[in-house]
C-alpha cells in the first residue's frame, strides 16, 4: 500500500500538479465606471517551500498571454517577461506584489493571463532550479480581468477585496 501512495505522489509531481507552494491572490477594477475606462490588476504571489535550506534565493520569472485586437486578432504568450525578486515574509515563505494595466483605454491590446515559473537558486547548487509544473518548459498561469465584470472605484476609491486566483499548469516540452 505505502508503494502504491508513494507511486501516486510521485505521478502526481510529474504532471507539475499545481499545489500550495504557489499562490496568487488577485483583484481586477477600472477607476471609473465611463465608457472604455482602463482596466487595472493588482497580484500578491507567494512562494512557500519548508524543503528549501536558508540562504536560497527566490525570484518570480513572469510574463503576460495577450491578445493583440486586429483583424484578425492576434495572441502572444509571455509578453513583458520580467524578473522579480521575491521577498522573504516568513521562514520559508517569499511574496512579491505586482501591478499592472490589463486593458488601456486607447490600447488594442487586453492581457488575459498572468504566466508564472519560480527560480530557486539554492546554496552549493551550481545552477538554478525552476518550479514550473514539471516539464521542461512548462509553467504556472491564472486567468486576469475581464472588462464586463470588473468593478469600477472612481465613486468611492476602495478598491475591491483580493481573492485566491486559480492557477492551473501549462505543460510545454
Not at 38 to 56: K, Q
Request: proline fraction near 5%; glycine fraction near 8%; charge should be positive.
Amino acid at each position: 500500500m505505502k508503494r502504491f501512495v508513494f507511486g501516486l505522489v510521485m505521478l502526481a509531481s510529474s504532471f507539475g500538479m499545481a499545489g500550495d507552494e504557489l499562490k496568487v491572490m488577485g483583484r481586477d477594477y477600472v477607476y471609473s465606471c465611463g465608457y472604455f475606462s482602463a482596466m487595472v490588476g493588482d497580484y500578491d504571489v507567494t512562494f512557500e517551500d519548508t524543503t528549501l535550506p536558508w540562504g536560497t534565493k527566490v525570484t518570480l520569472i513572469y510574463g503576460w498571454d495577450v491578445e493583440y485586437w486586429n483583424h484578425p486578432p492576434k495572441y502572444k504568450s509571455w509578453s513583458y517577461r520580467e524578473e522579480k525578486e521575491m521577498k522573504s515574509i516568513a521562514p520559508y515563505k517569499w511574496a512579491v506584489s505586482l501591478e499592472t494595466q490589463l486593458h488601456g483605454r486607447t490600447s488594442n491590446e487586453y492581457k488575459q493571463a498572468l504566466d508564472l515559473v519560480v527560480k530557486l537558486e539554492i546554496p552549493g547548487r551550481p545552477a538554478p532550479v525552476y518550479y514550473n509544473g514539471g516539464t521542461k518548459w512548462g509553467y504556472f498561469q491564472t486567468e486576469v480581468g475581464n472588462t464586463s465584470k470588473a468593478p469600477c472605484v472612481d465613486r468611492d476609491k476602495k478598491k475591491p477585496e483580493m481573492y485566491q486566483r486559480l492557477l492551473k499548469v501549462v505543460n510545454k516540452d
